[in-house]
């Protein structure tokens, strides 16, 4: 359902033909934004008409024999054009028979200068009566105040009784000539029933003419899909020409002006509140124009938008139906003291040259703020923070930088807000006890401490926990990231105040971002990110990173499935759990089953709650609509 629409560079529409009004392309609507949904597209391509030139009275008063010569007529150009089409009116006495058209220059009598071809000559066949004959695939441009079309027998066709139409009204001066033996040339009776359709060109430098499909009814059903395809260049030759039949009378006629350029008069823009419910016009602006702000919105509500372009003489298709969710309000920020102890100590530990450490579990991502020991002996030491790897402590990620004064007794607190710690999965707090300090403890089961011997490994103390305690801050206006080595799998749970550039996010990511694009069900680079969307970075090393912005509550994927979306999380730090998002038709998430890549432990696991700055495939049976709110 969301399909792309491809970009139009030129549209031509024959003068006599009802032609599809070209659409705007690129709709994008722009979410995050406060109080208002901002609306952009690429404006609908001017139509360019095709100008037929024509001098004869539109019916034959008698007729050439083409055994008898070379006929042509001399047409004026009003500036440089394409040639699209040759018309002309034949009496042939045994059917369909070859003929061959010539552009010839004029020499310096005026009359036809048959050995100064401006052009190819052209093959093809005609028939009794008016012939309407594409000769724009080949590529005939022209730049000259004058020139002669002419019309030969074919060097094959050896049958009499071909015959080309002349009216009974000749031009003043003269314009079509017979020339025989190459050198001798004579009026013909009236002009002769031959004429040239041209598009004046801008940039163009071959023009062809496709058949296009009547304009769309003005009902807007709601998310209309519609591609129509418009090929004025293709890349072949195998290109049928517009009929032209019946053509009408032209008498005099001559272009008065190089060009006739339509433009659209206006944008249309319509929106829907609600998924599947009908589209509404809601504003209108200058065809020119290719934005648009609406302001009647609701913050965190998503709207659907579509828009339509208005020529004098129709409308044009609606591009995809495109969707956008405004966002605002303060950002709240929560400490929690992550700890085992139940306050009341068993005994106190010194261990001089060791590491004494506890087990501690973010469930969710959070920036680590402070560390707290409650001293037992004075003395000196260093905090250490270690992640979890085969299950112990591995990699330390806390470079302090000098040893610690613990002059006093009882809580002592360690501020390590400023080393930009942030944590999202299992890690170690602890104390390198490097001069006669010692810590309190509690003795028991179940224990979360863990000991590092001097020159040992580290070992698990399953019947004790330090008195350690980890503050961590959740703030919904930041999203923390621990980036390990490798693939990580990541969301914006907000609006991030620097943008939604890849690059400026991620500046250090190895190559592009990777997204999934679950039209084409394949994997795609991206450099714009988007909130409820997941993203693959790829990092050499472990790093941390904090972005601040807008909360995100809620979003919305229309047309979401069937099969595999990427989805993103949302602000709260208590995450959503799976089961209380809704989907449209219901029952398409069935069983609600989230896959997450643990970037430490390198593999894919099931989850059952939707984290912020992580991001989850989920399974989706149906196309519909998913929503994610808090």
């Known amino acids: 359902m969301k399909k792309t629409l491809f970009l139009l560079a030129l549209v031509v529409l024959a003068s006599t033909v009802v032609g599809q009004w070209p659409p705007p392309t690129g709709l ?82 005026g009359y036809p200068n048959i050995h100064n071809h401006l052009a190819t000559p052209v093959e093809a066949y005609a028939n009794v009566g008016w012939n309407d004959i594409d000769i724009s695939s080949a590529g005939i441009v022209l730049n000259t105040p004058s020139f002669f079309l002419g019309v030969g027998k074919h060097p094959l066709d050896t049958l009499p009784e071909f015959l080309i139409y002349y009216d009974n009204a000749p031009s003043d001066p003269v314009r079509s000539y017979r020339t025989w033996g190459g050198i001798y040339h004579f009026a013909t009776p009236g002009d002769l029933l031959l004429r040239l359709v041209v598009m004046y060109l ?20 709601f998310g209309q899909k519609t591609v129509t395809p418009i090929a004025p260049f293709p890349d072949n030759d195998d290109v049928e020409f517009l009929p032209f039949n019946p053509l009408p009378p032209m008498g005099r ?60 003489g129709g409308e044009s298709p609606m591009p995809d139906t495109v969707y956008g969710t405004p966002y605002s309000g303060d950002a709240t920020t929560i400490y929690d003291t992550l700890r085992h102890d139940d306050g009341f100590s068993d005994a106190g530990v010194q261990y001089p040259g060791a590491v004494l450490a506890d087990q501690f579990y973010a469930g969710t991502p959070c920036k680590l703020i402070r560390l707290d020991y409650h001293i037992n002996t004075v003395g000196s030491g260093i905090p250490r923070i270690y992640l979890k790897s085969d299950g112990k402590p591995g990699t330390e990620i806390l470079d ?62 399953s019947d004790t926990t330090y008195y350690i305690r980890a503050l961590v801050e959740y703030c919904d206006g930041k999203t923390y990231y621990h980036l390990y080595p490798g693939w990580n799998a990541v969301s914006l749970p907000i609006i991030p105040s620097v943008g939604l550039d890849a690059s400026t996010l991620f500046p250090f990511a190895l190559g592009p971002i990777w997204g999934w694009n679950s039209d084409i069900k394949s994997w795609q680079s991206t450099t714009t990110l988007e909130t409820g969307k997941g993203y693959f970075v790829l990092s050499d090393r472990d790093t941390n990173i904090s972005l601040s912005g807008v909360p995100i ?27 209380e998002v809704s989907t449209t038709p219901s029952g ?40 994610a709110h808090e």
């Open 253 to 312: 006629a001559r272009p008065s002006a190089p060009m006739t350029v339509t433009q659209a008069d206006s944008i249309i823009i319509f929106r829907a509140s609600t998924w599947g419910s009908s589209l509404s016009r809601i504003a209108a602006v200058a065809g020119s124009v290719t934005t648009y702000s609406d302001y009647s919105v609701t913050s965190g509500h998503t709207y659907y938008y579509t828009i339509r372009a208005d020529f004098p």
């Open 553 to 579: 509550h809620d979003y919305t994927i229309p047309w979401a499935g069937p099969w595999f979306e990427f989805i993103g999380g949302l602000s709260n730090y208590e995450g959503l759990d799976a089961s």
């Open 28 to 109: 994008t609507a722009y979410s995050g934004l406060t109080d208002r949904v901002d609306l952009e597209w690429t404006a609908p391509p001017p139509i360019y008409t095709a100008d037929t030139l024509a001098y004869d009275a539109g019916s034959g008063a008698g007729g050439g024999d083409l055994d008898s010569g070379y006929y042509s007529v001399r047409f004026t150009l009003a500036g440089r054009c394409s040639l699209i089409a040759v018309q002309a009116s034949f009496y042939t006495l045994l059917g369909l028979r070859p003929v061959k058209f010539y552009f010839w220059g004029v020499d310096g009598w």
């Open 400 to 461: 302090y930088p000098s040893n610690v004064s613990f002059s006093g007794i009882g809580w002592r607190s360690v501020n390590v807000s400023g080393f930009g710690i942030f944590l999202d999965d299992t890690f170690y707090a602890g104390l390198e006890m490097t001069s006669g300090v010692g810590i309190s403890l509690d003795a028991g089961f179940p224990g979360y401490a863990w000991d590092l011997p001097p020159s040992g490994t580290w070992q698990e103390i």
């Open 202 to 221: 801008d940039t163009r430098e071959i023009c062809e003419i496709s058949s296009f499909a009547r304009p769309m009814p003005s009902e807007i059903p």
């Open 588 to 627: 398409i998430w069935d069983p609600p089953e989230l896959f997450y890549w643990d970037a430490a432990a390198r593999r894919w696991t099931r989850k059952m709650a939707i984290s912020p700055s992580k991001a989850y495939f989920i399974i989706l049976n149906d196309e519909g609509l998913f929503e």
